[in-house]
């Protein structure tokens, strides 16, 4: 899948795409970069993992430039194809002077830039009561415990298995990675059983604490889980602004372009178009067969090509 979206974004000079690089610290420290692509292709706009690349040294804005413009070059890619691109909120990525963006703006001065603000909304949930945040802090000792020590992660398996659970091993939970403390709470109370028995032996104290806040750890669970949903759902909701003609071009708008004005008044008058619109804005542009509209030749692909407020590198991690 990965060379076939290679082959695809250099097969062709005029073929654009955004671009959304995350960088995120693995559990062994190493540092790692993911590129995600999002493309027009039949009509159709795609989202694909374009690469996934260690950072050598150190996570600096110039270095992921670096990773990235060798990429380019050995892939024959020309950063020109670039319409935008979207990154969280970190200096090294936003950076004024030594930021990944100002690296990348210097090649293409017109570039769009997304940034990733649902991220600011997750730190919110930062702020738990204490009751909640003592709760939390009994799950992520509980996985921690399990999850530290390899013979604790096989044994927990095999029990897993006798029980029947669904699942057979618990998920990790950092700040850094906004999605996992939902993941993190969902998975441990679904084997929540096999939890204390596990710990029966091992830590009772820490047992009795999770029996105690069941009915918190539950609220939290459910909590972060509708939190990370709602999240999701409404990405491609927080996007850039589409003008009103984008949204209707049917409509009595006005434009301040006299051409783009003269050449909606044609596309109003085809009724063979006005069926096909019914199916959305969006699939209704990326028609081939839609004139070509002077000011869309330029902006459509840049308003539907663009990643959304939520980045999916993020769903990797």
Request: charged share 25%; proline share 3%.
């Amino acid at each position: 899948m990965s060379s076939d979206i290679e082959s695809f974004v250099q097969s062709s000079a005029k073929t654009h795409f955004s671009i959304q690089l995350d960088e995120s610290t693995l559990p062994g420290n190493e540092a790692l970069l993911l590129a995600y692509v999002r493309f027009i292709m039949e009509e159709e706009i795609h989202e694909e993992l374009l690469f996934a690349r260690t950072l050598e040294t150190d996570t600096k804005g110039e270095s992921i430039f670096n990773v990235l413009s060798n990429f380019f070059t050995e892939k024959s890619i020309p950063f020109t194809n670039i319409i935008s691109v979207a990154t969280d909120g970190v200096p090294a990525m936003v950076g004024r002077y030594r930021g990944f963006i100002s690296h990348l703006k210097r090649i293409i001065p017109g570039l769009t830039a997304i940034h990733c603000i649902i991220r600011r909304q997750h730190l919110v949930a930062k702020h738990l009561s204490d009751r909640l945040n003592q709760s939390l802090h009994f799950v992520i000792k509980a996985v921690n415990k399990i999850r530290s020590n390899a013979l604790n992660t096989r044994l927990f398996a095999q029990l897993c298995d006798e029980n029947d659970e669904d699942f057979q091993r618990l998920l990790l939970h950092t700040e850094v990675r906004w999605l996992s403390k939902g993941a993190c709470l969902t998975r441990f109370y679904s084997v929540f059983d096999s939890v204390l028995e596990f710990l029966e032996s091992r830590d009772p104290d820490l047992k009795e604490n999770l029996i105690k806040f069941k009915a918190d750890i539950a609220y939290l669970t459910d909590l972060f889980k509708k939190f990370n949903d709602i999240n999701l759902q409404f990405e491609d909701i927080l996007t850039m602004d589409i003008p009103p003609w984008i949204i209707n071009p049917f409509d009595e708008t006005e434009v301040a372009n006299v051409v783009l004005q003269e050449e909606l008044l044609e596309l109003s008058t085809n009724e063979e178009l006005k069926v096909k619109f019914r199916k959305g804005y969006q699939t209704f542009w990326l028609q081939a067969e839609i004139p070509k509209i002077s000011w869309t030749v330029g902006n459509r692909k840049e308003i539907f090509n663009s990643f959304s407020l939520v980045i999916p590198c993020r769903k990797e991690f």
